[in-house]
């Protein structure tokens, strides 16, 4: 019986090589997305120039996503995980459950302060913000945007401990989270006056909002 003729060129690559080849790329062309982003918001994000900053050919970040709108919701989705896991370490390292509130609360606040663009990437508005298509499009990855909500829910619970069962939970996270980013999208607006600052105003607005979260009557 004769052997089967054998195959001649490159070996075929090894899935796992490609799969990490990919990852490493879409990786470089995010970090280039922001770069371009932080010099000049959503409209400075494009294509050309990502390729002009990794010193390739335009069509190579259309390898990896289809239109601008699929690479800045991938660039959101990273920053919301960013997010949440600052969230998430600070309640889990909370000293006590009835700490985790404040030390989340305190997290919101410093990610926004030391990490501007990543919060803007969260909030800003562009096309992606029709739900339906999103989810289409990318699926659970934008469920795990909720993420972040949870953790303050669960610092909420935690903070109110066996009062919890008689509260809204959804409706206090909700107006913990819209306070906070009021006051950071206020600052990311240059728009806190009279001489005060957002680390001036910390302390105050967190001791208020404990203050102010009781369970329904």
Known sequence: MESPPKRRGRPPSNPLDLAQAA????????????????QGGVDAINMRDIGKVLNVSQMMAYRYFPSKDHLMMELRIRAFARFSASLERARRGAPAPAISLPRVCAAYLIFAYHKPHDYRLMF?????????????EFGEKVRKQAASWLEIQKAVGEFLGPRAASADLGEVTDIV?????????LHL???????????????????????????RE
């Open 23 to 38: 990852q490493a790329a879409r990786n470089a062309i995010c970090d280039a997305a922001v770069v371009l982003f932080e």
């Open 189 to 215: 607006a240059r728009k806190l006056v009279f001489g005060r600052a957002i680390k001036q105003l910390a302390r105050p607005l967190i001791r208020s909002l404990l203050a102010g979260i009781t369970p």
């Open 124 to 136: 800003d508005m562009w096309a992606f913000e029709n739900i339906s298509t999103m989810k289409a």
């Open 177 to 185: 989270w819209a306070t906070l980013h009021g006051i950071c999208s």
